[in-house]
């Protein structure tokens, strides 16, 4: 698996996500049941931060409560897929630990892919994750996912119908009713 062609997948999948949400009210619940929209949406900012900091050691800067979120999660998107072309640091500093960038990148592509489906639910546009990129992603969230995570970030996991497609098995893995909803 290669995590920077892992994360720019996950973008462009978000990016289609977050296209619906332009004029959608950001008051809307989403699958994140104790987020709003705006607040999701303010979530993946920071998401997109923290991966340009670890890209680069800089910041992009958060976006205006009152600024138009989903333009600046292009641009933060933007500016990620352009610090990670410009070649990424071998690794990078989370809190005060040195981190693998690939790995930084593959649970980043994670949280994007993920997030990116909550969005588009949020707006009552369901987008399936495609089911390659899924199936790339659930072995990293298996990996980064602990029981301690559940409750706190994650919810517990939810059933899946037999045979269901990598799409379903990641999101159920992370909490997320993916079958009803897309």
């Known amino acids: 698996m290669n995590s920077g062609e892992l994360l720019e997948r996950s973008l462009a999948y978000a990016l289609g996500s977050v296209a619906d949400a332009d004029g959608a009210s950001t008051g809307r619940g989403t699958p994140c049941a104790e987020w709003d929209l705006g607040e999701l949406l303010g979530h993946l900012d920071d998401s997109l931060d923290a991966l340009y900091e670890g890209l680069t050691g800089g910041r992009i800067g958060l976006v205006p409560r009152d600024a138009d ?8 998107a933007c500016a990620v897929l352009g610090a990670w072309a410009a070649g990424p ?89 993916g079958s009803a909803r897309g």
Do not use: K, N, Y
């Not at 979120?69 to 933060?76: E, K, L, V």
């Not at 489906?117 to 546009?125: F, L």
């Open 69 to 76: 979120r989903a333009c600046g999660f292009r641009t933060r």
């Open 89 to 177: 640091p071998e690794s990078a500093l989370v809190g005060e630990r040195p981190l693998d960038v690939r790995v930084m990148a593959a649970v980043g592509a994670v949280e994007i892919a993920v997030h990116g489906w909550d969005v588009a639910q949020s707006c009552g546009r369901p987008r399936p994750i495609p089911g390659a990129l899924a199936a790339e992603l659930l072995p990293v969230a298996r990996c980064v996912v602990a029981e301690a995570d559940r409750g706190v970030r994650f919810g517990a996991p939810v059933a899946v119908p037999v045979g269901a497609g990598p799409g379903e098995r990641l999101l159920g893995f992370l909490g997320r009713c």
